[in-house]
């Protein structure tokens, strides 16, 4: 063996080469650590952002902590993600109903353009294409269009953007933009969960649920649907950490049927101020699961070291349900803001909005720029330098330069919502645009002589909506009328037209744009006459319980049901959305010998309406069925009375349907 001195030391060559490896190792380390470090860097800026896009539903802009206007309601992973990214206190949904606003999310496209303007995305009618009915009711000046019930797949989705990208995708939640081959699964996402076409959970929110293929965890005989949600979004962010990822948290919550975990419901009873107008304890137990799912995916993120890599959009698809009966009182309060969901005032159209964008946002910013539905879509392919498909039409702009801070003109915005639901604070078919502090709406044919009518406010001096400035500032109306014009034009809408079947006999403008559930009905004149109208019920009286008076008189006494000054329009109406395929109706009813009928309608109050007849074939008490062979859901059923009749009883209404396992029994 050969030897070397070094340091007068004898050392084999071997131990030599060893001893010199070792020392420019210690010499070099710490450059090798920088060089490292800079080029992991450096991938990571190369590496593609991820996308949550979360959504509500049916939260209002009032509903968290964001804005300060309640204290109710507790939100601290909302505020969480607000102090990671900018809240946005000017965003808008594309309508003041879901469906509609989720068609423009996925599609950056108005749903004037699309045609879906009502949530009918489960119903059994494969509609393509919006259309005018020929006629409507005598009490309607304009005809309402037919819409869209399907998000047709010719559009590139969001989703579809993404995956040719090289993004996985999964959608978790509510779609209701139609049933199969029109799910999420032929729309772009690789994942579907719980692949359900409803407007809202199967059921209820607390398991057991009734998804057709999906079951609660047995282990968790309580579980909470917003729980396993974000457990399996968990789960799909765990697969996909190592590559770019969009994934859509589509919210159940807060949307009907109204339940909640049974101990957050005690909580919230406990902290009941009677002089908030905030004050429902089921509705705020389930704003604060829904806020806990906001925060199992923070968490996640931050477990998986994926926070600084991961855009998160929340939002609603539209503004709060004021108007469902919910332990006695509504589920929430708008205030300040007029209206609430589906209507055409703020409280139906002015949503929260938080994006948390790394790199780009300023943690804990706000912005008074304008948003709207239709932005998302451009704006991610913006700030993920994606081109769109070719000859996708955008009605949306990107948003991507107010993210940083920076000044932005927002361009007018569109909410076009050509219907007319029953609800509080109701305008007629319409369409608005903001510009600015202006907002316009114009109602289609409300005027005389089948003219357009037309609603004026300066959101900065008036947010509540409460002064028309129509008639002071002609030149602002036409000027913005002109832009809806444009708007329509190039959207190619299917608007409304004059009803030819109009009586004005039938017509009650004076309960326009009011709570015409809760207003008194005048006792004389033509209008009272006509019958078009609640005659003085109030509506949200929990003994009715959520049964709705129409053209009648109702009230209850010794546990039974009265009703009164009934014609042939007089019914009871019920939101029986929850019941699906064939169903029994049974109630036990005491009236003369007479016919009626019972109507379901699957779309919903605009709606064709599918009806039975049913027979009372003696005096006095009587057990009804009517089975009715529904193949979906059946939306709305409404009872007709026997019209002779000077008053009805009615002890009981029972609906049972899919084979007895989901029943609603009402015990007046």
């Known amino acids: 063996m050969k030897f070397c001195k070094i340091n007068k030391i004898k050392m084999p060559f071997h131990e030599i080469r060893r001893v010199q490896v070792m020392k420019y190792f210690v010499l070099c380390w710490p450059l090798m650590l920088l060089f490292h470090c800079f080029f992991q860097a450096r991938a990571d800026e190369t590496k593609p952002l991820n996308v949550i896009f979360i959504l509500a539903d049916d939260l209002g802009w009032a509903d968290t902590s964001l804005y300060g206007r309640t204290k ?77 019930t399907r998000l047709k797949p010719e559009y590139q989705t969001l989703a579809e953007s993404l995956r040719s990208a090289g993004y996985a995708t999964g959608h978790f939640g509510k779609w209701h933009l139609g049933t199969d081959p029109y799910s999420p699964l032929q729309q772009g996402f690789d994942v579907d969960l719980p692949h359900h076409p409803g407007p809202g959970p199967a059921g209820s929110y607390v398991a057991p649920w009734k998804f057709r293929d999906f079951d609660h965890d047995p282990a968790i005989p309580d579980e909470h649907i917003e729980d396993r949600m974000a457990k399996e979004a968990v789960k799909f962010l765990e697969k996909n950490r190592d590559r770019p990822f969009y994934m859509n948290y589509w919210m159940f919550s807060v949307h009907a049927p109204f339940d909640a975990k049974k101990s957050l419901i005690e909580k919230y009873r406990a902290r009941v101020n009677p002089a908030d107008p905030q004050r429902c304890p089921t509705y705020a137990a389930m704003i604060e699961s829904m806020d806990d799912a906001v925060g199992t995916l923070l968490d996640t993120l931050d477990r998986l070291k994926l926070a600084d890599q991961t855009i998160i959009i929340f939002t609603s698809d539209n503004g709060g349900n004021m108007y469902s009966l919910v332990d006695g009182t509504v589920p929430t309060s708008n205030f300040p803001l007029r209206g609430g969901k589906a209507t055409m005032f703020e409280g139906g159209t002015r949503v929260p909005c938080v994006i948390a964008w790394p790199g780009v946002t300023q943690p804990g910013s706000r912005s ?25 039409i955008f009605d949306g702009v990107s948003i991507y330069s107010a993210l940083s801070g920076k000044p932005m003109q927002h361009p007018p915005a569109f909410q076009f919502f050509p219907h007319s639901p029953p609800v509080p604070d109701w305008l007629p078919p319409a369409v608005a645009v903001h510009e600015g502090d202006w907002k316009l709406i114009r109602l289609f044919h409300g005027g005389e002589k089948g003219n357009h009518r037309y609603l004026l406010f300066n959101l900065n001096d008036d947010i509540s909506e409460t002064m028309n400035l129509a008639a002071q500032q002609p030149e602002m109306v036409k000027r913005l009328d002109g832009l809806i014009t444009d708007f329509l034009q190039r959207t190619s809408a299917v608007v409304p037209a004059p009803n030819p079947a109009f009586n004005p006999a039938s017509y009650r403008p004076e309960l326009e744009g009011k709570g015409r559930i809760r207003d008194e009905a005048p006792k004389t004149g033509a209008a009272a006459k006509a019958g078009a109208v609640n005659k003085g019920n109030d509506e949200f009286d929990p003994s009715l319980k959520n049964w709705k008076p129409r053209m009648l008189r109702a009230s209850v006494s010794g546990g039974r049901l009265v009703v009164s000054d009934l014609s042939s329009k007089s019914f009871l109406g019920f939101a029986a959305g929850r019941h699906s395929g064939p169903t029994k109706v049974r109630m036990k009813i005491q009236a003369g010998v007479s016919a009626a009928h019972i109507d379901w309608l699957p779309e919903g109050p605009a709606g064709q309406a599918n009806s039975l007849k049913y027979l009372i074939q003696k005096a006095g008490w009587n057990e009804i069925t009517v089975e009715i062979p529904a193949k979906e859901q059946l939306g709305v059923l409404r009872i007709y009375l026997p019209q002779p009749n000077r008053n009805v009883e009615i002890d009981w209404i029972e609906i049972s349907s899919d084979s007895g396992k989901t029943t609603t029994r009402t015990d007046f």
Not at 133 to 141: E, F, I, L, R, V
Not at 380 to 389: H, T
């Open 368 to 392: 008074e720029s304008l948003v709207q539905s239709e932005d998302y879509y451009p704006t991610l392919l913006e700030g993920l330098r994606l081109k769109p498909a070719e000859g996708h």
């Open 72 to 148: 109710y309601h507790q939100t601290p992973n909302l505020d969480r993600l607000a102090r990671r990214g900018m809240t946005f206190s000017r965003a808008y949904s594309a309508s003041p109903l879901c469906s509609p606003t989720r068609s423009a999310v996925i599609t950056g496209q108005s749903p004037a353009r699309t045609g879906i303007t009502t949530p009918n995305g489960h119903v059994p009618q494969v509609v393509l294409q919006a259309s005018l009915p020929k006629s409507g009711p005598a009490d309607q000046k304009a005809l309402m269009p037919n819409t869209v």
